[in-house]
């Protein structure tokens, strides 16, 4: 059975799916390069850093996600994490007809101020909150901020066809890599216009634009991570800062100047 208090509150992700409350809220930290091997839960899940970068992977999507955004995870989808940095989770398990605008599918969402202050809030009520009382409350306005919060079209889209996917992984691993299609050919075990074809067929997107996106999502964890700007447009291939800020601003919605200082906050 869950603790009541915070001070002895599982960590084990089993004690709060039948957590008899809508929300069951649990917090957790990992160190750097922790992997959380794939697994799925019987409640939806909103997965939230509130220090450090979670790569996240689904089977068929994967996402780099830093601490003003969090993803939500529908029950029984699989999942994998890996951890950048020192990882201070806080995540929500939540019941599937708690509310009526609760995410279909897995989904970034846009952590507002609010929105954080309620789930780092609700880790300090018993488990078992007061539905009557400030838990409940809170948990209300929760449902309310994750049915209204923005969602981001950030994904990294990941095929099923294996000779696309040992590419796509290998990308994943090291998205510096500047090796065209061409060069692709001997780890996929397929021409260069089968891999065009599959990325066209299977992911909807032209082999540059998959790896500039994947560029820039690896580009946001090392600037959440402290690396100046201009090391980080020179690594992937920029000239210029500026022409980097430009590019990244148009695929992610965001200046990357406005992720500095991200994830240094205390726990």
């Not at 599982?10 to 959380?36: C, H, T, W």
């Not at 398990?93 to 929105?115: F, G, K, Q």
Request: aromatic share 6%; charged share 25%; proline share 6%.
């Amino acid at each position: 059975m869950v603790s009541r208090s915070r001070q002895t509150r599982s960590s084990n992700a089993n004690d709060y799916q039948g957590v008899p409350r809508p929300l069951a809220a649990m917090s957790k930290s990992f160190r750097d390069g922790f992997e959380i091997a794939p697994h799925h839960h019987a409640r939806d899940q909103l997965v939230y850093a509130v220090t450090g970068v979670m790569r996240l992977r689904t089977e068929s999507e994967a996402w780099i996600v830093p601490p003003d955004r969090a993803v939500y995870l529908p029950a029984r989808t699989t999942h994998s994490i890996g951890i950048r940095g020192q990882v201070e989770m806080r995540t929500l398990y939540i019941a599937r007809d708690a509310h009526d605008d609760l995410p279909s599918a897995p989904t970034v969402l846009e952590v507002s101020p609010l929105l954080r202050e309620l789930v780092l809030a609700l880790i300090e009520e018993p488990v078992i909150y007061d539905e009557q009382g400030r838990g409940g409350a809170m948990a209300y306005l929760i449902f309310a901020e994750i049915a209204r919060a923005r969602r981001l079209g950030l994904v990294i889209p990941m095929p099923r066809d294996p000779r696309l996917l040992r590419v796509c992984n290998a990308l994943l691993a090291d998205p510096a890599s500047r090796l065209t299609l061409e060069g692709w050919v001997d780890v996929a075990g397929a021409s260069a216009r089968t891999l065009a074809r599959l990325f066209e067929t299977e992911l909807g997107l032209s082999f540059a634009v998959w790896r500039q996106r994947v560029r820039f999502h690896s580009a946001l964890e090392a600037i959440v991570a402290g690396e100046p700007i201009a090391r980080v447009a020179e690594r992937n291939g920029y000239r210029s800062s500026s022409a980097f800020s430009a590019a990244f601003r148009k695929a992610m919605g965001q200046a990357p100047s406005s992720l500095r200082g991200e994830g240094s906050g205390a726990a």
